[in-house]
């Protein structure tokens, strides 16, 4: 099944949804299932959720939906993905009730071959070690990283695991130096330049008591 959110879902039902399923673009219903109203780029909710405070109204930030129909060719769909700057289309049945999604990926991989995920691809973005840590490469988008550690570290302010350390070093790190954020330790491994390359990632110690 394809996973949807009620329009009247309330905002806590739905950030432990979020956190279940880790979806970044969700569609959105109205009443029954096949009725999508449009689609929810999760993104938007991070800095009130960062902030704190009053609860946003999340359904004011939900976007129309891109309609396809079921008999869309692939080619003019990809030119529409890419003129729109969407990544998502709901699929519609002959009568108009929605039957499923599509996204830009699956069109590219219909018409290309399968392609892997850029996480997938030769030179890998997270590797686990055998002492149980982990190597993440700097250049990571931190939504990569968050979905696979389970963390929620907003990407709002930095697009890349090394964006975000320079952003909680206040500095220029150098190798060797650490720092930690939910329940995570992360080690500077690996510089060039002025670029941070690699990063070790374990989970942080509890700190020792007196």
């Given at each position: 099944?394809?996973?949807?959110?009620?329009?009247?879902?309330?905002?806590?039902?739905?950030?432990?949804?979020?956190?279940?399923?880790?979806?970044?673009?969700?569609?959105?219903?109205?009443?029954?299932?096949?009725?999508?109203?449009?689609?929810?780029?999760?993104?938007?909710?991070?800095?009130?959720?960062?902030?704190?405070?009053?609860?946003?109204?999340?359904?004011?930030?939900?976007?129309?939906?891109?309609?396809?129909?079921?008999?869309?060719?692939?080619?003019?769909?990809?030119?529409?993905?890419?003129?729109?700057?969407?990544?998502?289309a709901i699929v519609v049945d002959e009568y108009g009730e929605t039957s499923g999604i599509v996204t830009m990926?699956?069109?590219?991989?219909?018409?290309?071959?399968?392609?892997?995920?850029?996480?997938?691809?030769?030179?890998?973005?997270?590797?686990?070690?055998?002492?149980?840590?982990?190597?993440?490469?700097?250049?990571?988008?931190?939504?990569?990283?968050?979905?696979?550690?389970?963390?929620?570290?907003?990407?709002?302010?930095?697009?890349?695991?090394?964006?975000?350390?320079?952003?909680?070093?206040?500095?220029?790190?150098?190798?060797?130096?650490?720092?930690?954020?939910?329940?995570?330790?992360?080690?500077?491994?690996?510089?060039?330049?002025?670029?941070?390359?690699?990063?070790?990632?374990?989970?942080?110690?509890?700190?020792?008591?007196?």
């Amino acid at each position: 099944d394809v996973f949807m959110i009620p329009k009247d879902l309330p905002y806590e039902e739905l950030i432990a949804r979020y956190r279940r399923y880790r979806r970044s673009r969700i569609p959105v219903y109205e009443g029954e299932r096949h009725n999508v109203v449009g689609v929810l780029h999760f993104k938007q909710l991070l800095r009130p959720m960062a902030e704190g405070g009053k609860p946003p109204v999340w359904q004011e930030l939900v976007r129309p939906p891109y309609v396809v129909p079921e008999v869309q060719k692939l080619p003019p769909l990809l030119r529409e993905f890419q003129r729109r700057k969407v990544h998502i289309a709901i699929v519609v049945d002959e009568y108009g009730e929605t039957s499923g999604i599509v996204t830009m990926e699956d069109v590219l991989e219909e018409l290309f071959g399968e392609i892997r995920e850029e996480r997938d691809r030769e030179e890998r973005e997270i590797v686990l070690r055998p002492d149980g840590s982990s190597l993440v490469l700097g250049k990571t988008p931190i939504r990569h990283f968050n979905e696979a550690f389970g963390t929620g570290i907003p990407d709002l302010d930095f697009d890349t695991v090394a964006g975000f350390l320079l952003h909680e070093f206040g500095r220029m790190p150098a190798p060797g130096e650490k720092t930690s954020r939910e329940g995570i330790s992360f080690t500077v491994e690996r510089m060039k330049g002025l670029r941070i390359v690699e990063v070790g990632v374990r989970p942080a110690l509890p700190e020792k008591e007196g």
